[in-house]
């Protein structure tokens, strides 16, 4: 099983409840690493084929796979 990071939006009349959302998600196979409570964005890690099925979890408004950019030094040369 390949992990993937995720990024998962809550919807906004479940931000009271973000602990109780983070709760379903780590029994779904969640792996968190990180709550943006001001945002309302949870990020981790799942199994590649059960991420579709954090889409169904009550409170979650979409669900997408993370993204990882990497910068040149600064002293490189221009690319």
């Known amino acids: 099983m390949t992990n993937i990071q995720v990024l998962v939006l809550i919807r906004d009349?479940?931000?009271?409840?973000l602990p109780e959302v983070a709760?379903?998600?780590?029994?779904?196979?969640l792996q968190i690493?990180?709550?943006?409570?001001?945002?309302g964005v949870i990020t981790g890690s799942i199994?590649?084929?059960k991420m579709?099925?954090?889409a169904q979890?009550?409170?979650?408004?979409?669900?997408?796979s993370s993204q990882d950019y990497q910068i040149a030094p600064p002293d490189?040369?221009?690319?």
């Open 13 to 17: 009349e479940y931000h009271d409840r």
């Open 23 to 29: 709760e379903r998600l780590q029994s779904a196979g």
């Open 33 to 39: 690493d990180q709550w943006l409570v001001e945002i």
């Open 47 to 49: 199994a590649a084929e």
């Open 52 to 54: 579709s099925s954090l």
């Open 57 to 64: 979890i009550e409170g979650v408004a979409s669900v997408e």
């Open 76 to 79: 490189s040369g221009i690319q």
